[in-house]
């Protein structure tokens, strides 16, 4: 979900435009991300039949699971792409309802689901007014005891690249002030809008995300980290075709995921807080 500025809304528009969501997770540290995400919520959330609002829900990669999994499932995502996916994937034909809608303003009642995911709105809302408006809706929507599950890209998500990625001098000159800026800053802005960089986005320090949780009133915070130091693989597709090595990297990360020295070198992060 973007700030509410015409530019900022073109940006990240044309950004998922291009149409990469729907199978950045199969490859790569994308699939790494995705095998840990659905780890954690296979812990986190309520055991299914329960009802889970998916808020950014992209492609439905994760929506899908659930509904796999016996969960009912309402979707909803700011981008018209995404939410032509979502309709037209059978796949996703038991969803509940498919929604084109903002984070800060859901179109679901007070209380009436058990749990809500919002694994991409808070990266968008640069705003932390925003990201408060978000959170707030969530737990709105979310019933007394309900979870709510909130993902985050850390500030050293791209900094980490520069030990695991070589890129040429042109590259470099152009992407070295936008992964210092964000690391300073917590701010994300691709200038040119070159494709293979990110569009606009906040990156969070792991206490930053605790804290927007536990301010938007939620008890229990805890922040997971989702890749973990697998960030620093260089060639994150031939550890995971390695079936030993595979389980051990994911043996590692479950070990470490909530480790305060390390969270910060994720390149994503899930905060689960408990409504109250």
Same mark, same amino acid.
């Given at each position: 979900m973007p700030? +509410?500025?015409?530019?900022?809304?073109?940006?990240?528009?044309?950004?998922?435009a291009?149409?990469r969501?729907?199978?950045?997770?199969t490859?790569g540290?994308?699939?790494?991300?995705?095998?840990?995400?659905?780890?954690?919520?296979?812990?986190?959330?309520?055991?299914?039949?329960?009802t889970?609002?998916?808020v950014?829900a992209? +492609?439905?990669?994760y929506?899908?699971e659930?509904?796999r999994a016996?969960?009912?499932?309402?979707?909803?995502d700011a981008?018209?792409?995404?939410?032509k996916?979502?309709?037209a994937?059978p796949?996703?034909?038991?969803?509940?309802?498919?929604t084109?809608?903002?984070a800060?303003?859901?179109?679901y009642?007070?209380?009436?689901?058990?749990?809500?995911?919002?694994l991409?709105?808070?990266?968008h809302?640069?705003?932390?007014?925003?990201?408060?408006?978000a959170?707030a809706?969530a737990?709105?929507a979310?019933?007394p005891?309900?979870v709510?599950l909130a993902?985050?890209?850390t500030?050293a998500?791209d900094?980490?690249w520069?030990?695991?990625?070589?890129?040429?001098?042109?590259?470099?000159?152009y992407?070295?002030?936008i992964?210092?800026?964000?690391?300073?800053?917590g701010?994300?802005h691709?200038?040119?809008?070159?494709?293979?960089?990110?569009?606009?986005a906040?990156?969070?320090h792991?206490?930053?995300?605790?804290?927007?949780?536990?301010?938007?009133g939620?008890?229990d915070?805890?922040?997971?980290?989702?890749?973990g130091?697998?960030?620093?693989?260089?060639?994150?597709?031939?550890?995971?075709?390695?079936?030993?090595?595979?389980?051990?990297?994911?043996r590692?990360?479950?070990?470490?995921?909530r480790?305060?020295a390390?969270?910060?070198?994720?390149?994503?992060?899930l905060?689960?807080?408990v409504?109250?």
């Amino acid at each position: 979900m973007p700030d +509410a500025t015409p530019d900022a809304l073109t940006q990240i528009a044309a950004y998922y435009a291009q149409d990469r969501e729907h199978d950045r997770l199969t490859r790569g540290l994308g699939l790494i991300e995705f095998m840990r995400t659905l780890e954690l919520l296979s812990r986190l959330l309520p055991p299914a039949p329960a009802t889970v609002l998916d808020v950014g829900a992209g +492609a439905g990669v994760y929506a899908r699971e659930l509904l796999r999994a016996g969960y009912a499932v309402h979707a909803l995502d700011a981008m018209p792409g995404h939410v032509k996916r979502l309709r037209a994937d059978p796949a996703l034909a038991g969803l509940s309802s498919v929604t084109l809608g903002d984070a800060r303003t859901l179109p679901y009642p007070d209380a009436g689901a058990d749990a809500a995911l919002l694994l991409g709105p808070l990266y968008h809302l640069t705003d932390p007014r925003d990201r408060a408006r978000a959170l707030a809706e969530a737990a709105r929507a979310v019933r007394p005891g309900g979870v709510v599950l909130a993902a985050a890209i850390t500030r050293a998500a791209d900094i980490a690249w520069d030990f695991t990625k070589e890129g040429d001098a042109l590259d470099e000159a152009y992407a070295r002030p936008i992964r210092e800026h964000t690391y300073r800053t917590g701010r994300h802005h691709n200038p040119e809008h070159r494709r293979g960089h990110f569009t606009d986005a906040y990156y969070h320090h792991p206490h930053e995300l605790a804290g927007e949780l536990t301010g938007a009133g939620f008890r229990d915070v805890s922040v997971y980290a989702v890749e973990g130091p697998a960030a620093l693989l260089r060639d994150p597709d031939a550890a995971m075709r390695d079936p030993a090595r595979r389980e051990g990297i994911l043996r590692a990360l479950r070990l470490t995921e909530r480790d305060p020295a390390l969270l910060g070198i994720s390149p994503h992060l899930l905060a689960a807080g408990v409504r109250a």
